[in-house]
């Protein structure tokens, strides 16, 4: 069994992926943040430099990257780079 | 007896002209007094700038000061809507000014025609009360930063590209600080410049009405609306707002934790190993010399021999659509080291070679001159120096056969140097 996760991506994940949003499953039990950035990171090595700078927020709330933290199925996960142009 | 009670300063006309904002709710007589006391800074005067400093000199905050190294280009135009046709080459702190005075005599703009640095930016912005980051680049978002971290002023930060804009509060009533959420620079190779991803105006005209409406909303004391914690996310796409809750203030923040290590202002060029400015100038070479060719020596080669060479456009698709030089072919950068790509490439390589052959066995003054150049052409000479390096690993069993040479300064170089009609963007 696993969980089906959409993932919103911004700015440069998005530019680098080409979508705005993406479905990334997980088993059940290994559910969590740590793995959900593992998994993107070994999918899409391209963006694992940004991924490394990239603000995380499960349901509009910010997730600090130091803590795992369990995630389910209908979370709202947000991957948001920081943008500097203007 | 008196001919009416007013018992505060604004005068007549400027009751006349702030009168529809002077009656919005929650602004009032002393909302309107705080503008017109206020002085607010501007950190550039481009496509953020230039509706900020629009918006806040119109609504009467009492000094703007305007900060921009840059001048006014034509490119400009289509988003920066403080700037007219004929500011062309004058300074954009200059020219935003200009348009500004027009809009409202009774306020005053001081400008700051030089790069907002560690050492011009503690002296420009202790005369103002908050400070407004519309800047384009990394380095300068750090500083900034920092800068108001040190001093204690709120930052109304923006930022835009493409069809997304950012905008949050930052040192605010005890919230976090730019650095609380991105404490480390992204990688050099990961930022998109807004003169490689392009941008609207009327996102960074969204964007920076936004940052002009926090800046009123703190000078007039509305302070539990505030934009602070939290990060709006615009994208105008598919025309949706999502506010983020950011974490607030860390303790461990290298400029506003407890133990700060930033106590005075860095080196931020060195800290983000990137300029205080977006524009790329021309770029230092990262290849070996042997894999390099300038415009003009390009243009001699081709000249010569004209038949026997491959131009590989490796800019993007919709940059390639806008003009390219005669026989290229476009493999994006992006795409160049997929499977697909390096067969394509090496098919054209096949063709050009076997073609070679059958002409040189009917002619006898075959010379090395005739080895076939595979070229790698971009906008300034940057992607294709990558590509030049792919190509080389990726191609190494028919290195033999052929010439590999990425084209130095790019088409920039080609406009400057070979042909001033090619079109630039
Ligand atoms: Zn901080």
């Not at chain 2, 680049?137 to 900034?144: E, Q």
């Not at chain 2, 990688?187 to 996102?203: A, F, N, Q, R």
């Not at chain 2, 476009?330 to 096949?350: A, Q």
């Amino acid at each position: 069994m696993s969980n089906q996760f959409k993932i919103l991506l911004f700015a440069k994940v998005k530019e680098v992926i080409g979508k705005d949003s993406i479905f990334i499953d997980l088993p059940l039990d290994e559910s969590t943040s740590f793995n959900l950035i593992r998994k993107l990171k070994h999918i899409y090595p391209q963006i694992s430099s940004t991924l490394e700078v990239s603000l995380l927020a499960v349901n509009q709330e910010y997730i600090s990257r130091d803590q795992d933290i369990k995630i389910n199925s209908n979370d709202e996960i947000a991957i948001i780079p920081p943008v500097s142009g203007g | 007896m008196e001919k009416y009670i007013k018992e505060h300063t604004l005068k007549p006309n400027e009751i006349e002209r702030y009168g529809r904002q002077l009656i919005t709710p929650d602004i009032g007589v002393s909302g309107q007094m705080s503008l017109c006391n206020s002085s607010v800074l501007i950190i550039g005067a481009g496509g953020l700038g230039c509706p900020v400093a629009l918006y806040l000199s119109s609504a009467g905050i009492g000094t703007l000061g305007l900060v921009d190294y840059d001048t006014v280009e034509i490119s400009n135009l289509h988003r920066q809507i403080g700037h007219r046709e004929s500011s062309k080459g004058i300074s954009k702190a200059v020219s935003l000014s200009k348009t500004i005075s027009e809009l409202n005599s009774l306020i005053k703009v001081n400008t700051y025609e030089t790069t907002f640095t560690s050492e011009t930016a503690m002296e420009i912005i202790k005369n103002y009360d908050i400070v407004v980051d519309a800047s384009d680049n990394v380095a300068t978002r750090y500083l900034v930063n920092d800068a108001c971290v040190l001093t204690g002023k709120p930052l109304v930060s923006g930022s835009a590209l493409k069809w997304e804009g950012q905008i949050t509060c930052y040192n605010y009533n005890n919230g976090p600080c730019y650095r609380c959420i991105f404490p480390t620079p992204p990688p050099v190779e990961t930022v998109t410049k807004c003169s490689d991803g392009g941008v609207l105006g009327p996102i960074v005209g969204v964007i920076g009405s936004l940052q002009a409406l926090e800046v009123i909303k703190i000078l007039t004391n509305n302070k539990e609306g505030v934009l602070s914690g939290r990060l709006l996310i615009y994208d105008g796409m598919s025309a949706v707002f999502r506010t983020v809750r950011i974490r607030g203030k860390q303790s461990g923040c290298n400029v506003c934790g407890d133990k700060p290590t930033v106590t005075q202002l860095i080196d931020y060029t060195q800290f983000c190993q990137s300029n205080y400015s977006e524009s790329a100038g021309k770029v230092d070479d990262r290849v070996d010399k042997t894999l390099i060719i300038t415009v003009e020596q390009f243009n001699q080669s081709i000249k010569n021999n004209n038949n026997n060479h491959l131009l590989i456009d490796v800019r993007p698709k919709i940059q390639f659509d806008i003009c390219s030089l005669p026989n290229s072919n476009n493999i994006p950068i992006e795409e160049i080291d997929k499977k697909e790509s390096i067969e394509i490439i090496e098919k054209l390589i096949k063709e050009k070679v076997e073609n070679n052959n059958n002409n040189n066995n009917n002619n006898e003054n075959r010379d090395a001159s005739d080895e076939l150049s595979v070229y790698l052409v971009c906008r300034r000479g940057n992607k294709s120096q990558d590509a030049v390096k792919i190509l080389d690993e990726k191609l190494k069993e028919f290195r033999d056969k052929f010439k590999l040479l990425h084209i130095k300064d790019g088409l920039l170089g080609w406009n400057e140097s070979i042909d001033d009609s090619f079109p630039i963007y």
